[in-house]
């Protein structure tokens, strides 16, 4: 079959149209919606999926291995009887939170903080408010392209580290951390300067909820650095803004892209969404 595909943005996102992930894709198929994923510079967007939590994990294993999310700081979000499954979600039942509400409000690539950061990761709009909830996406290769020659000699080869304890006392600061996940999850450097694996594109590689400081350098010298990076990867030449639909499974490439929840749909009505996360191999 052939897939009917739209461009959403210059830079960043490519539409996927009148398919459902659970049938139409034999392998051709899926090879040409994996093709068209990472020529659009790392975000598909699927519309009108209908999806169980078996279809979702399904689909998403198709991407790679699965990174298991028991033990974490956020298994109290998880799908009972789907681990794989992280809820994302302003609903409560019972007193209890169904999800995680605010996840993601900082410009990130998903857990970057591991040794093996996130390939890829998959969340699906099962409940989507009527407005606000967007998320927004920064092309992360378009944004390392624009920088001058100069800048760029001088921060390839650096590396930054990640630290989840910088987490705890931001994006996690009203969430149970435990010590055993901080010991599991140790600061960790990586390159600031990725070379995207399959593409062999160059990537700046950031995130703000993690990254401390570039190595060798103090916080103090290092913030000047990141502060301009993160402000020119987010200009908004390199950045799509999602607007959530019912149905809506999007795709996006950890390695390439960076991404902002925008919490401002607070009162306006439920949010529910799956989010499945595709181990990476170490940036290099």
Known sequence: MTLSMRRLNPVIGTEISGIQVTRDLGDNAFGELYQAWLDSGGLLVLRDQELEPEDQIAFSQRFGELDPLKGQTVEPYLLPGHPEIYRVSNKVKDGQKLGRQ??????????????????C??????????????????????????????FQKMIEGLRCVHDFEKAKSGSFKNETVTDSHLNATPAISHPLVRTHP????????????VVTHIEGMSV?????????????CTRPEFVYRHQWRK??????????TMHYAVADYDGVGD????????FGDRPV
């Open 121 to 150: 990761s998959l969340l699906y709009g099962i409940e989507v408010p009527p407005y606000g909830g967007d998320t927004q996406f920064a092309a992360m290769t378009r944004a390392w392209d624009e920088l001058s020659p100069t």
């Open 198 to 209: 399959e593409t062999g594109r160059k990537c700046l590689f950031l995130n703000a909820g």
């Open 271 to 278: 949010r529910y969404m799956h989010r499945t996360t595709v």
């Open 220 to 232: 103090e010298e290092s913030q000047p650095i990141l502060d301009y990076l993160y402000r020119h």
């Open 102 to 119: 605010r996840a993601g409000t900082y410009w990130h690539s998903d857990n970057s903080h591991k040794e093996r950061a996130a390939k």
């Open 247 to 256: 149905g809506d499974l999007l795709v996006w490439d950890n390695r390439s």
